[in-house]
């Protein structure tokens, strides 16, 4: 299984600093440096602390999304650090059944493979 890379922004890192061993967390402790480490690397998703009084969360949930298009955005906001972490298998969750059914071919054409279908040239 690969690593997910995920950017955390919280100046109380021990809130927020035990993830499974298939996450790779990259703390910040400030808006500006997660601004400067979101363009320096990409991340998969991102969760702010919103229990932080001196972090901008506001401002990084407008900044972050045009730097990192791609990551998912998650709000810590006191709850268990379990449940933002269940939030975020969640997401990943979902995005790999989604790439899974666009791999998946519904095919009509009924049981005889004997004949090929009629828009094939073979």
Known sequence: MNTRKILI???H???LERWPSY???VFAETDESAIEVAQRQPFEAIVLDGTDPEL???KLRAIL???QPGAA???YEGAPEATVQTDVQEYFRRQRN???RRFIVLDNAGSDWTVPPEF???
Do not use: M, Q
């Open 65 to 67: 999304p045009i730097l």
């Open 56 to 58: 901008h969360s506001a």
């Open 120 to 122: 094939s040239e073979n």
């Open 9 to 11: 922004v919280s100046a």
């Open 23 to 25: 996450y790779e967390p």
């Open 13 to 15: 890192r021990e809130a």
């Open 73 to 75: 955005l998650f709000n």
């Open 98 to 100: 989604a790439r899974i």
